[in-house]
């Protein structure tokens, strides 16, 4: 183990000290993992406890899946998560596709375009455009109310383009040779040879983009006024944090009673968390060195 | 062998031009044709008219910064206190974080700490703001706890005075964790023999950080402060508009809210894109400015000279 701490002849922080790291460090993650504890308990509790508990359950007696059946049963939640989860996965894939083609198209430094490209894509990265002038680009191309304003002016994310780049440059030159000595042109060695090496830079640049079309809530806000084409972030703010009353109309539960609004609220959170807890044990792990990739060479 | 002419390049890398296009095209349309929409900060924006015939106005729109109306300068005061308060204690933050980490024995325990630390990095503002509603709201878990042991409520979700406190605790509770990835790697970079070197010459711990562990950072360091200034005028702007309408604009307005408010929700479009346009490049010349600093202190900085 390279951990410096362990070599000999080093002085070993004292008891006091390493208690004291113990329990700043312990106390970080229990900041994280106690409102998901407690926001998992509320969306499974039942109206007594909730109204015992004040609100916010910590730990529920009884487990009750009514919040999350009132939900799913097709009103306004169903329908909201449906469009984003569309967005996100059309979103996701076209932005790998381009991506990884210009990413590609940028990674050969001889090539006659690398130049003026790799400009374009460096100065997309210093000059954000502004709120307004973004707002009247997608108004002209007719994209409000169309879920194309959400993917469109964000399907191309400069920063993980010179990260891509960055990582195809670092594979073995050897490699691309050898292949091209045995006929492979620059589509075979894309697919054949630089996508299989690079999986897991993919895996983690494919979860920053699935990230911000599944979190995208400014942009709805902005370019879809049809609430009907709303997504799941939108319900949220207007459920959860501006406390709208969501009634039997919305959730499309006729006859059913009722579960708390509290339960009914965080059951919708829970659901917003869960597709990103799904995926981020198996692409956790690649992040150091995705993240290196682009904050060394970039 | 003879030089290609450009053409015989061009034909040989055809496929790499053709596969750059689409991302190029995305490019030009999403991040470069919006700065000629900035053109309306000089003109007399009427959506009905369209951008072409709206009548020009030169710098009117600009006289709103100059002439320092109240409400733009409230905007401009709240972002410059909200990244000052960023860089004094969101910036370090994740530095001491990652010496904490990096100071654990076990790696399967700092693995552990890690992925649990970065996980708030990957949930929305949305998600963020009704978390801290739940834990600190007027109904929240602390206010229970509060007056379970007639301890009285504290209000910090709805009270303005606390804005600038909650505004800078969600975003430690967010990114601090994330944002100790890149200390963590450039630690473990160091060169363990100067620590032994040190070691055998009888420095403290605390002198080893001092003279070995800070400088290994400072390149890193410097370059994203670097960063963070060109975002200066930027300051967490979906979390801000989520909880204005619960504490008021006089303490939550900022630039970009003062943009969006101002243009897209209330039509003057003009004034909003001026403001957006200034805001723009004074980021640009400050992150032009710190650049050259840093090359004159002997740094990298983000680009080379």
């Known amino acids: 183990m390279s951990s410096r701490t362990t070599i000999a002849g080093v002085t070993v922080a004292s008891k006091p000290v390493r208690a004291l790291k113990g329990v700043i460090l312990a106390a970080c993650c229990a900041a994280v993992i106690v409102p998901f504890v407690g926001i998992v308990s509320t969306s499974l509790s039942t109206r007594e406890q909730i109204t015992r508990d004040g609100g916010f359950v910590l730990l529920p007696d009884q487990v009750s899946f009514a919040a999350y059946q009132a939900i799913l049963s097709g009103g306004v939640v169903t329908r909201a998560t449906l469009v984003s989860l569309f967005i996100t996965i059309a979103g996701t894939t076209l932005s790998m596709a381009t991506t990884i083609l210009l990413a590609y198209g940028l990674s050969r430094p001889r090539s006659v375009a690398h130049r003026p490209v790799l400009m374009i894509v460096l100065f997309a990265l210093l000059f954000t455009p502004g709120i307004i002038p973004s707002y009247l680009v997608v108004k002209n191309l007719g994209l409000l109310d169309t879920y194309w304003a959400l993917i469109l002016p964000v399907a191309v994310n400069a920063f993980n383009v010179i990260i891509l780049r960055a990582f195809f440059m670092e594979l073995p030159r050897e490699l691309i040779e050898s292949a091209r000595i045995d006929g492979a042109g620059d589509v075979a060695i894309l697919f054949r040879i630089i996508l299989p090496l690079s999986k897991a830079v993919l895996a983690v640049i494919g979860l920053f983009y699935a990230v911000a079309y599944w979190n995208a809530f400014f942009s709805a806000l902005l370019y879809l006024n049809d609430t009907a084409k709303w997504p799941l972030q939108l319900v949220l703010r207007t459920y959860v944090i501006n406390q709208t009353q969501i009634g039997v109309d919305q959730l499309g539960a006729a006859g059913v009673a009722l579960p708390p609004q509290e339960a009914i609220q965080m059951a919708i959170l829970v659901l917003s968390i869960v597709p990103i807890l799904v995926v981020y044990p198996f692409v956790q792990r690649h992040f150091t060195k995705g993240v290196l990739i682009g904050a060394v060479k970039g | ?305």
Request: aromatic share 10%.
């Open chain 2, 1 to 305: 062998m003879s030089r290609l002419t450009w053409w015989d390049r061009v034909r040989r890398d055809r496929i790499l031009l053709l596969a750059a296009v689409p991302g190029v095209a995305l490019l030009l349309i999403f991040h470069y044709l919006p700065w000629l929409g900035n053109v309306i900060a000089f003109k007399d924006y009427q959506p009905y008219i369209g951008i072409f015939d709206s009548p020009w106005t030169g710098f009117a729109n600009f006289r709103v910064i100059v002439n320092g109306d109240p409400a733009f300068l409230n905007a401009l005061t709240n972002t410059l206190i909200i990244t000052l308060l960023q860089v004094l204690i969101v910036f370090p933050a994740p530095i001491a974080l990652a010496l904490l980490l990096d100071s654990l024995m076990s790696e399967r325990l700092k693995r552990a700490v890690q992925s649990i630390l970065y996980l708030p990095h990957f949930l929305s503002w949305v998600i963020v703001v009704a978390i801290f509603m739940q834990l600190l709201g007027d109904g929240g878990l602390l206010n229970n706890f509060l007056r379970e042991h007639d301890l009285g409520t504290v209000s910090i979700i709805s009270n303005p005075d606390a804005f600038l406190a909650l505004v800078t605790g969600q975003v430690l509770w967010k990114d601090a964790g994330w944002a100790t990835i890149l200390f963590l790697a450039a630690l473990s970079r160091i060169d363990p023999t100067l620590y032994e070197a040190s070691a055998v010459d009888g420095a403290s711990r605390w002198r080893q950080l001092w003279h070995i562990t800070l400088p290994g950072l400072r390149s890193l360091i410097v370059l994203l402060l670097i960063l963070r200034l060109g975002d200066a005028l930027t300051v967490g702007f979906e979390q801000i508009v989520l909880q204005q309408q619960a504490v008021g604009a006089d303490a939550s307005e900022v630039l970009d809210t003062y943009v969006y408010n101002n243009g897209i929700l209330a039509g003057d479009w003009g004034v909003s894109a001026a403001v957006g346009l200034v805001k723009g490049v004074i980021g640009l010349l400050l992150v032009l400015g710190a650049n050259k600093l840093a090359h004159r202190f002997g740094e990298q900085g983000v680009y080379q000279r």
